[in-house]
C-alpha cells in the first residue's frame, strides 16, 4: 500500500479542497492529479507562479529542486507547491480564490498592430487577436509569447486591460542579445503573426477590495500589470479609491509611459504619483527607489492594499517597509521578475 500524506488547500474564497499526496511527491502534481484549482505555470521552481503559506504540517523542499524563495521566507512558512513535499499532513493557505485556478490558459493568435520603442530600453508591443481566436485575463496576470523561430517563450503582463481586447498592449524590457529583444529590434513587422497563450498568475487585480485604498510600487517593467490593474479600478462604476503609485528606473533618460500616467492622474483625481530614479533626479524626481518613496501617511486605512511588481529585491524592500507602516501582510501582493535565460 502506498502511503501518503493528506494535503489540505484553503482558498481566499473560503474554498477548501482535501486530497492525498505520496511520499515524496510534490504537493503540485498531487493537487493536479486531484484536480485542485491551484494556479502554477514553471513547474520548476523558478516562476514563483504556485507560491502559497504553510499553515500546519511539516513540508519542505523536495531534494534536488531549486527555489527562488529566500530563505527567510521560507522561515516565515512561504513554499512553492511544485518543489514541495509533505513530511506529514499539511495545510497550505493561497492567496487567491478557487475561481482563478478554475480558468485554462488558452493558445492564441495575434497579429503585430505596432512596435513603438517608448524608453532608452522599452519596447510597447501592440497586437490583436486574430479572427476566431479569444482569452480572457485579470488585470495583473502575465502570458507567454514564443518567440518567432527560436522556440523559446518569454513572459509578459500586458498593460492593457481586458475591456481593450481584441486588442493587447505589452511593455517589454529591452535586453542586449535577448531572443525576445533582439526579434522586436530588428525582426519583428507590422501583421507579423506570434503565438500567445495564457492568463498565467496569482498575481491580479483583487477585486473585493476595489474600495480600499490601493498602494501600487513599480519598478520598470513592472509598471505594465499596474497600468492594467489602475485601468482596471477607473474602468470600474462608483467612486475611486485613494490610489498610489510609486514607479521608478535607474535613470531619467530610462523612465516611460510618463505621459500616460499623467493622464491617468487627469482622469483619476484620486491617484497620486511618485515618479523615481536612483540618480541623476532632475525637477519633479525623486531621487531614490519606488520603496524609499513610499511614507508612513501613505498607510492610514488598515485596509489598505498593496501590489509590487518588480526585481525581488524591491519586492522585499516594499514589503517589508509597507509591513513595518503598518499594512497588513495578507493585503499585500507581488509579482517578481524572473530572468530569462
Not at 480564490?97 to 532608452?120: K, L, P
Not at 523559446?152 to 500586458?158: A, C
Not at 501613505?298 to 524591491?314: F, N, R, S
Request: aromatic share 6%; glycine share 8%; with cysteine.
Amino acid at each position: 500500500m502506498i502511503q501518503t500524506h493528506q494535503i489540505t488547500v484553503n482558498f481566499a474564497d473560503g474554498v477548501s479542497h482535501t486530497f492525498a499526496a505520496e511520499l515524496g511527491e510534490s504537493i503540485l502534481d498531487a493537487a493536479i492529479r486531484a484536480e485542485v484549482p491551484v494556479v502554477y505555470q514553471c513547474r520548476a521552481g523558478a516562476c514563483a507562479t504556485c507560491a502559497c503559506q504553510l499553515d500546519e504540517g511539516d513540508a519542505a523542499n523536495i531534494p534536488g529542486s531549486s527555489s527562488t524563495l529566500l530563505a527567510s521566507e521560507v522561515a516565515q512558512g512561504h513554499r512553492l507547491l511544485c518543489v514541495t513535499k509533505a513530511n506529514s499532513d499539511c495545510t497550505f493557505n493561497v492567496a487567491y480564490g478557487s475561481e482563478v485556478g478554475a480558468g485554462v490558459a488558452q493558445e492564441v493568435s495575434v497579429f503585430i498592430d505596432a512596435i513603438e520603442r517608448i524608453g532608452s530600453n522599452v519596447m510597447r508591443l501592440s497586437v490583436e487577436l486574430a479572427e476566431g481566436n479569444w482569452l480572457e485575463f485579470r488585470p495583473g496576470q502575465f502570458m507567454q509569447i514564443a518567440v518567432p523561430g527560436l522556440g523559446v517563450l518569454r513572459s509578459y503582463s500586458p498593460s492593457s486591460t481586458p475591456m481593450t481586447l481584441p486588442k493587447m498592449e505589452f511593455l517589454i524590457r529591452l535586453l542586449p542579445n535577448g531572443a525576445m529583444s533582439t526579434f522586436l529590434e530588428h525582426q519583428a513587422k507590422v501583421d507579423d503573426v506570434l503565438t500567445l497563450k495564457g492568463p498565467y498568475g496569482a498575481f491580479f487585480l483583487r477585486e473585493e477590495h476595489k474600495r480600499s485604498p490601493h498602494i501600487f510600487v513599480a519598478g520598470g517593467t513592472g509598471l505594465a500589470p499596474i497600468m492594467s490593474m489602475i485601468d482596471r479600478l477607473r474602468q470600474a462604476g462608483g467612486k475611486k479609491p485613494p490610489m498610489l503609485l510609486s514607479f521608478g528606473c535607474a535613470v531619467p533618460e530610462a523612465l516611460f509611459c510618463l505621459e500616460d500616467i499623467e493622464l491617468r492622474q487627469h482622469w483619476l483625481p484620486t491617484l497620486k504619483t511618485r515618479i523615481c530614479v536612483d540618480r541623476n533626479a532632475t525637477e519633479g524626481l525623486h531621487q531614490g527607489s519606488p520603496v524609499s518613496a513610499l511614507r508612513q501617511e501613505d498607510v492610514t486605512d488598515p485596509d489598505t492594499v498593496a501590489y509590487l511588481c518588480g526585481p525581488q529585491p524591491m519586492i522585499a524592500a516594499a514589503t517589508a517597509r509597507l509591513i513595518e507602516f503598518g499594512m497588513k501582510p495578507e493585503l499585500i501582493f507581488a509579482e517578481q521578475f524572473v530572468a530569462s535565460n
